[in-house]
Every structure is written in structure tokens, then in C-alpha cells.
């Protein structure tokens, strides 16, 4: 070596490089200070917003009466039963018609059909994910006019918890297919090819490994994306949610009555169906908002305060089964 | 290859026959003839690159998984040629053990059960009894027998690979496959999976991919040389490192290059 030569040494001792490392050191820190804060004026205004719902509507949110209510054309009698059941409702369906279909989507795309023999298919697959992915950014009220146009018009299901269920459910489709295909791929290869190794099928392999592996972040997925449909109003008022319902889904085999147009007296005329509270009519937390913020008197704005916390609570709810699943099934997991 | 007239009454077990190999249009094995001797350890050396890892994943059909692939040529097991039969049962036959080892995000003892349960076994004790021996028969039983139903990740590495191997055990292949199976463990390790190989000899055909000669020294009784997806020579060990017949495999095994 040479005298000339960068004695790299040197330079880090040189009173020069410390004084460049502590001007590094204040940039470094000063971006941290900058990224926090726009972190937390974002959570700030985000709590602000739900903290003012929570003032407006408080007299509400501790009165029982206003869960167990239906709507009324007073403010001070309307709740939000409905509502809340009416959204349950539809969210059952919207999570029993895009799970199994969005799942086993899927598992076809990124288990059989990507790693398919015949090139035809592995192109198609290519294209199908390119527009899966366009799909999920799709605005949701033209998933509006897709269910409407579908199920309420071609299918005639008309204004049912069903054809909300389902404009819900492929409102929800593409990202449950994203991230299924996500979470399998994240299985390492090295776990199927054991499988196969010993001789497994591939839907062996999938349904015994592969699935209980990534079962975890698939549901944290579906989850995610249908407490962002709990929340959907668009779509819904597009295939005719209705905004004033006073009754609720029929249960199944719940006692079916019908009034006496002479005395007023009700009386039993039989049970529901199983099936029933599908075509019922429904109207869904959003909506209900929706409607009662609308309203020209302002004592409907406290109901609708006190709905939107519900709401948010709800929302909450399902993301913290989602958190709480995933740590649950990590737990178990290695790689 | 013709083998030397000491083979005889060994029987083969496995043959390559004029097998060549594609990834896509890239031929990674070329022409390859070769015998794998029923009950004997059979390593398969060369540099890297030469095609070891591919030319071992033929034979349990492994590449089928993967789109773009194509076998030319056969593979006789016994005398069936196995690119032409169900890959499934092809692997229900011929066992692997991967290099990383690979156990199944189960406890212990369904990592071992699972061979079983895929082919139909429901019987506990049928199962019980198989899960022992497999786990005896890879010297892991003592050290998981109070533990099977912990996570088998767990285990160190070493008792993982040995894990994998009762996992491939528990079935009762006609051969098995190894893939550098020692190359992730230390040197204690490396033992233990040597000796059990050599353990394994008389009841099972063995093929290993090796980087360690010293290793293919010591546990097989063939060796295939390969270089550039061919099969440069194949004869016993001991000829093969002592006094083989091809220029290139002399420079190899004495070093000097690879
Ligand atoms: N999936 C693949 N697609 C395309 N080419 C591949 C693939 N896997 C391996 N090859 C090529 O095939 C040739 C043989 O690879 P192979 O993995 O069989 O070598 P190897 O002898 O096992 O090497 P090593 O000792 O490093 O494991 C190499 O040239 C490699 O680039
Ligand atoms: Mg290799």
C-alpha cells in the first residue's frame, strides 16, 4: 500500500467526520420527529372526529331504548334496531357468498392454474390477475349497478337482505381473491414440495398444509374487507336499501303472523321458512345515517352522531377479531 | 455404464436409460445412463451446477410440479418406466429428503403419520407402531419420544433433517432420495445423518447428492460423476477415487477444480 492511499481509518477519527455524523444524526432525527407528527395529527383528527360523534350523541348512545327502537318520524322515539340487525344480516350473506367463492378462487389461481401445463391457461391466469387487482379499485357504487342490474333485475330478487348481501359480497371479491392468492403464496415451497415428496395429492397438500398455514392471514383479509362493506352505502342505496323499516328479517321458523283488518288483533298463520329472512326487506347502519342526517329537523343529527359511533364500533369490533385471529394462528406457525 | 463383473447378484434396482432432461429449452441433463443398485448408497458428485439437484428430482417426478418441463428418455423402476406412471404413486414409491429440512407445521408425531394417513391408514395402533419405528430408525426416538406431540419446529436442525428422514421412512419406499441432506447441519450432525445412511444400507436403495467427497468416501458404495449435465463416469467408490478411469474425474476428486 501507499502513503497516498484513502486511509478510511483516519477520516472516521478526523474531528471534521465526527462533526458530519452528528449533522446526520440531527437529520435523522429531526425526520422522525416530522413523520410522528404527521402521524399523529392524522390519529388526532381521526379521534377528534370520532370523539365529536360520541359528544353529539351521547344522550343517545346511554339510552337502551335507541338500540331497541325502530325508526320513527320522531327523533326522540327512533332507533336504530333495524339497522343494526339489518346490517348483521346482510354482512352474514355478503361473508357466506365471497368466502367460499373468493377462497376457492383463490387457491385456483395461484395452486393450480398458475402452475397449470398448458400455456394457454397460465396466460389467462396472467390476464385474470391483472384485472383482479384493477377490479378491486373499482369505485363501489358500479358494484351498485352490477348487483342491481344482476340480482335485483335479471334474478328478481328484489329489495332483499340477499341481493344487499351479494352486491356486498362481490364488492368484496377481488380482495378477498388478492389476498388469498397473497397468503398462499406466502407458504414456503419447500412445505409443499415435502408434501408431495411423500406422496400427497395437491388438494391433500393443500387442504392438510398449505390452508392451515395461511388460514390465519386469509381470514385477516376477508375480515379487513368486510368491515370496509359494513361501512358500504353507495351500492346499497343504488339496489334500494330502504330507509325506513319497522321490522325486522324474519328468523327462520319464527311464528308468522298477520292481523285481523276488523278487530286489529294479530294472530299465528304459521312459521317462516329457513330461508325467508333472505328476501326480506332491510335497511342497513349507513343508511339509516344517511337518512337521518338528511332530515331537515336537527334533533335526527344527534341519532345519527350516536349511529356513527355504533358503527365505528362495529368496525372496530371485526378488526380486532381480525388482529386477534392473526396472532392466534402465528402463534402456531413457524417457518 | 457397464459395471464390473463384482455386481453380480446385486440386482438393479433403478435404470436411466438414455434420460435427458428440460428446463424449458435448456437441456440441464444430457444422455444419462445409469444403473442404481438395489440396497447399495449410490452418491452423485460433480461441481456445482452440473445438474445433481435436477437429475435427482427426476426420479420422484418432482418437476411435474412446475410448468415448462420435460423428461426425455426412461427411468426404469424394477421394469416399469416411471416417467410413464401416476407421479403420485411414483412418490409414494421413491422417498426424498430435502437439503434444508423441511418438517411440516405439525406436532412430531403427525409430521411422521401424515405418509401414512395420505395412503388410507386409519388404524392408531398400525400408526403408533409406524411412527416409532420410523423415528428408531432415524436415532431420533430417544430424543423425541417424551415430546411427540410438541411442534416439530422446535427441534435443532439436525433433529429436523433426522426428522424428515423417519418422515420419508415411515412409508416404506423402494428408494430414497437425499439432496445434500447434511450441507445446513454442523459437523455433530452431519455424523449422526452419516451413520444413519450407512445404517440404511441392506434395507433401502439410497441415492444422495453430495458437495463432500470425503462424505461420499465414507458412507456410499457408488458414485456418479457428473459434470455439465452429464454423467461423466459411474463406478464403484473406491474406483472412483482412487482410480478412475476419465481424466476429468481424477482432476475432480483430487481437487482441482469444482
Ligand atoms: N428451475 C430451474 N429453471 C431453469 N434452470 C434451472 C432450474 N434449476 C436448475 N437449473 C439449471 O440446471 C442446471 C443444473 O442445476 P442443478 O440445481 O441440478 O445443479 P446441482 O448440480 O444440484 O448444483 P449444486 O451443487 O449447486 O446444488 C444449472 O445450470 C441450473 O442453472
Ligand atoms: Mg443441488
Redesign the pocket.
Known amino acids: 500500500m501507499q502513503g497516498e492511499e484513502l486511509d478510511l481509518s483516519a477520516i472516521v477519527k478526523d474531528v471534521q467526520m465526527r462533526k458530519s455524523i452528528s449533522v446526520r444524526k440531527f437529520w435523522d432525527t429531526l425526520f422522525s420527529f416530522v413523520a410522528l407528527g404527521f402521524l399523529i395529527l392524522g390519529l388526532f383528527v381521526l379521534l377528534l372526529l370520532v370523539f365529536q360523534l360520541f359528544v353529539d350523541g351521547r344522550e343517545k348512545l346511554a339510552s337502551l331504548g335507541f338500540y331497541f327502537s325502530f325508526p320513527a318520524p320522531s327523533a326522540e322515539e327512533a332507533g336504530i334496531l333495524s339497522a343494526w340487525v339489518g346490517s348483521i344480516f346482510v354482512i352474514m350473506v355478503t361473508v357466506l357468498f365471497s368466502i367460499p367463492i373468493g377462497v376457492a378462487a383463490g387457491i385456483y389461481l395461484e395452486e393450480y392454474a398458475k402452475t397449470s401445463s398448458s400455456q394457454f391457461v397460465r396466460f389467462l391466469t396472467d390476464f385474470i390477475e391483472i384485472n383482479i387487482t384493477n377490479l378491486a379499485g373499482v369505485p363501489s357504487i358500479v358494484y351498485g349497478l352490477l348487483g342491481l342490474e344482476i340480482f335485483k333485475e335479471t334474478l328478481k330478487l328484489g329489495n332483499s337482505v340477499l341481493t344487499a348481501g351479494m352486491t356486498l359480497g362481490i364488492l368484496v371479491l377481488p380482495v378477498i381473491v388478492v389476498t388469498t392468492r397473497e397468503a398462499l403464496k406466502s407458504v414456503p415451497s419447500a412445505l409443499k414440495e415435502g408434501s408431495i415428496a411423500i406422496g400427497a395429492s395437491k388438494w391433500q397438500t393443500i387442504w392438510d398444509l398449505i390452508l392451515p398455514a395461511s388460514i390465519g392471514s386469509i381470514l385477516t383479509g376477508v375480515i379487513v374487507s368486510v368491515s370496509r362493506a359494513i361501512g358500504e352505502t353507495a351500492p346499497l342505496i343504488t339496489v334500494g336499501a330502504l330507509t325506513f323499516i319497522a321490522f325486522l328479517p324474519p328468523l327462520p321458523f319464527s311464528p308468522r303472523l298477520e292481523v285481523n283488518v276488523d278487530t286489529g288483533e294479530a294472530f299465528q298463520v304459521g312459521n317462516y321458512g329457513p330461508f325467508d329472512w333472505l328476501f326480506s326487506g332491510y335497511t342497513v347502519m349507513p343508511i339509516q345515517m344517511f337518512d337521518w342526517v338528511g332530515r331537515p329537523s336537527p334533533d335526527f343529527r344527534v341519532n345519527a352522531a350516536a349511529a356513527g359511533v355504533v358503527l365505528v364500533l362495529m368496525t372496530l369490533a371485526l378488526n380486532s377479531a381480525a388482529i386477534f385471529l392473526r396472532i392466534y394462528f402465528r402463534k402456531r406457525i413457524k417457518w | 455404464m457397464e459395471l464390473a463383473q463384482d455386481q453380480l447378484g446385486t440386482q438393479v434396482k433403478a435404470q436411466v436409460k438414455n434420460f435427458s432432461f428440460f428446463?424449458?429449452s435448456?437441456k440441464?441433463i444430457k444422455d444419462v445412463d445409469l444403473e442404481v443398485l438395489d440396497c447399495k448408497v449410490t452418491s452423485m458428485i460433480?461441481?456445482?451446477?452440473?445438474?445433481?439437484?435436477?437429475?435427482l428430482r427426476c426420479f420422484n417426478r418432482m418437476h411435474d410440479l412446475?410448468p415448462g418441463t420435460r423428461y426425455e428418455g426412461e427411468i426404469l423402476l424394477e421394469s416399469q418406466n416411471l416417467l410413464s406412471l401416476d407421479p403420485i404413486e411414483v412418490r409414494m414409491r421413491i422417498g426424498m429428503v430435502f437439503q434444508k429440512p423441511n418438517p411440516f407445521p405439525k406436532s412430531i408425531f403427525e409430521n411422521i403419520a401424515y405418509g401414512l394417513r395420505i395412503r388410507g391408514v386409519k388404524d392408531k395402533g398400525v400408526i403408533n407402531e409406524r411412527v416409532e419405528r420410523a423415528l428408531r430408525d432415524a436415532a431420533i426416538w430417544d430424543e423425541v419420544k417424551d415430546r411427540l406431540k410438541d411442534m416439530a419446529f422446535n427441534l435443532s436442525g439436525g433433529q429436523q433433517q433426522r426428522l424428515c428422514i423417519a418422515r420419508a421412512l415411515a412409508t416404506d419406499p423402494e428408494i430414497l432420495l437425499f439432496d445434500?441432506p447434511t450441507s445446513a447441519l454442523d459437523p455433530i450432525a452431519t455424523a449422526s445423518i452419516e451413520e444413519l445412511v450407512i445404517g440404511l444400507k441392506g434395507k433401502v436403495t439410497i441415492l444422495i447428492?453430495t458437495?463432500n467427497m470425503q462424505q461420499a468416501v465414507r458412507i456410499s458404495d457408488y458414485t456418479a460423476f457428473?459434470y455439465l449435465?452429464e454423467l461423466v463416469e459411474f463406478d464403484r467408490t473406491d474406483v472412483i477415487f482412487n482410480n478412475a478411469a476419465q481424466q476429468r474425474t481424477r482432476e475432480y476428486v483430487s481437487g482441482q477444480f469444482g
Open positions: 428446463y424449458g435448456n440441464a460433480g461441481p456445482s451446477g452440473c445438474g445433481k439437484t435436477t437429475l412446475y445434500e447428492v458437495h457428473m449435465g
